[in-house]
Nanobody, 117 residues
């Protein structure tokens, strides 16, 4: 099992920036990829960004391309989501996800991001 702890959420004005962090512990060796999802009130959870551990390839939802960047610090077993040019529609609870061998998934507890003036 992998334990995930997110941090970095908060309230920011439109056009501002935030950086989310997701610290992983436990069976880190079993992780194939990590991702950030988000869920706004009344909406389904959606995939925001993914980073593949082998090779470092990244993928983004169209709605965040060019504004968000997912990255990884191997030494700290931490994945980041740098969010720039934030919009009110980015407001959501952001969840960290670890995709492990055998198709298993682990989730963090979520961190609230609110974009409002």
């Amino acid at each position: 099992q992998v334990q995930l702890v997110e941090s970095g959420g908060g309230l920011v004005q439109p056009g501002g920036s935030l950086r989310l962090s997701c610290a992983a512990s436990g069976s880190i060796f079993s992780i194939n990829a990590m991702a950030w999802y988000r869920q706004a009130p009344g909406k389904q959870r959606e995939l925001v960004a993914t980073i593949i551990f082998s090779g470092g390839r990244t993928n983004y939802a169209n709605s965040v391309k060019g504004r968000f960047t997912i990255s990884r610090d191997n030494a700290k077993s931490t994945v980041y989501l740098q969010m720039n040019s934030l919009k009110p529609e980015d407001t959501a609870v952001y969840y960290c996800n670890a995709q492990r061998v055998g198709g298993r998934n682990d989730w963090g507890q979520g961190t609230q991001v609110t974009v409002s003036s």
